[in-house]
């Protein structure tokens, strides 16, 4: 076995914990001491680290200095790009808009690696990136509203330049908790997922009262936002005529500071069912049940909208959970079982309608913000019997056939985890395993890929692959999973690195579940 220990640079003398687990972040220096890696049978140091073909664990090690050093400013997962390919110097931060949903898939990372081995470095880092995503949930100050990435004014200026005062969606100068910080709103639905994700995974592993007490404020407050019903005036575009009407609400959460004239501005897409918010997101699954309210559109067919169907029963289960061990919060449970209750039958009914849209894969990414929340909403329903619909009737029936031949490990090992018992996962599992395998060692450049001339083109999709491209050749990204598997070239940008929490989510999640 090996493990991450430390060792003391004067005395030589190794610290571990008791199991094979890694105590320290590989390559961390603290004081005198550095954290290296030991072979327990061998009774040697490993240096440098083999993180290539069949060296999954080491793989998942050696990405987490990159990620935690060089791709989480002010604690939150962006993309990199350096001066040049020494990797020393950062020029600049990218994906500014997706920190919340892969902070969130980080925590929910390093909570199964925890459970899986206990191993107190990935304890450490849960305890971090939970105070950073909890700051974030309450930066904002209106109810379950979620900032996508905050940092302090004092920060770094290359980090500051993600927040650019000019830009509409950045707020300047926020005090919170005695300290001043810059933040990005106009959140999307998209950001909540990884957050949702990683927050109920790390309250299962976790037993830290105070830090369990901090998620279950921050799930129980987002349900309760979702489930207010209230009637408020809102400015409605439709068509390019606006107009200010009463709408009674539900499903929504609020940010005052964004809403033109201190009102919520909706623009709807009749056509497509698109609704676009200001200062105020919907998680609407039926988007007709508002749209008709407005004077004239009662006429409006109905809009029914699966994924939103899946937020919400993710949502809800996850508020339930962490309510479930507080006696202080009876009340409040009892409250959000009961809407849960009464909504379950719609929400499952339209979840198990749900299809991928037939676009060329371009909008794959919307996959991804179901699978995580039906895989959340399949672990944490207690109710047998709806389990097994949500589990037979969306993740079998529907998700699962829509990528099964993708090479899609993540979406693999979500739906394998939650598959109704009796079905024969050997052959996939082992097929995954096989494909995650292949994922590149780090550091995650965005080098340039060309396979145009080792699959064939789809005649329905020009200048794209007609079958999924294996892991190892796939274009790298900031979460793969999300990305279309069939596009096949790609110029690349030597200088920019990817984080790797697409390889360290896969890992564990199939090491929490014994597929690795």
Known sequence: AMLAVLLGAASGHATAAASCADVCQLGAVSGEASCQLWDTDTKRWIDPVDDGAGQLHNRARVYLPWLRDKMMPAGGVMATVFTDTSFETVSSYGGRRDPAIWTGSYL???????????????????VETLQVLH???????????????AARTDSHPTILATLPPEDAEVHIGTEYEGETWNWRGNVSRDQYQGVVLGYSLAYEAITDPSLRALIREDLVEFAEQLM??????????IGGSTSTV???????????????????????????????????LPFWPRPTDYIRQVPGFGWVPEIRTPTPALQLGAAFRAALQVA????EYAARYADLAEYYDGKFA????????????QDCGDSYHGINIGFMPAYTWARLETDAVRRAQIRRDVLQARMWPAVED????FFAFLYASQAPAGTDLTAMIDFHVDQLAG??????????????????EDPECPDQSAIAIDVSQRIPASFMWERKPFKWYDPGFEQRLFGGVDYLLAYWLGRYYGYI
Do not use: C, H
């Open 324 to 327: 479930a061990d507080a006696p």
């Open 135 to 149: 700051r974030w949930w309450n930066l904002p100050g209106d109810r379950g509203y979620l900032a996508r990435f």
């Open 246 to 280: 009463p709408i009674t609400l539900e499903n929504v959460v609020y940010l005052e500071s964004e809403m033109p004239n201190g009102k919520p501005r909706l623009e709807i897409d009749l056509a497509s069912g698109e609704v676009i918010g200001y200062g105020i």
């Open 108 to 126: 929910a990372a390093e909570a199964l690696r925890y459970m899986t081995t206990g191993a107190l470095d990935a304890y450490t880092q849960m």
């Open 439 to 456: 994922f590149r060692s780090a550091p995650n450049q965005a080098v340039p890929v060309d396979v145009r001339a080792l699959y064939p």
């Open 346 to 357: 719609d929400w499952f009914d339209l979840a198990s309608a749900w299809r991928m849209r």
């Open 406 to 409: 993708d090479k899609n490990v």
């Open 228 to 237: 207010q019903r209230e009637t408020r005036e809102v400015e409605i575009v």
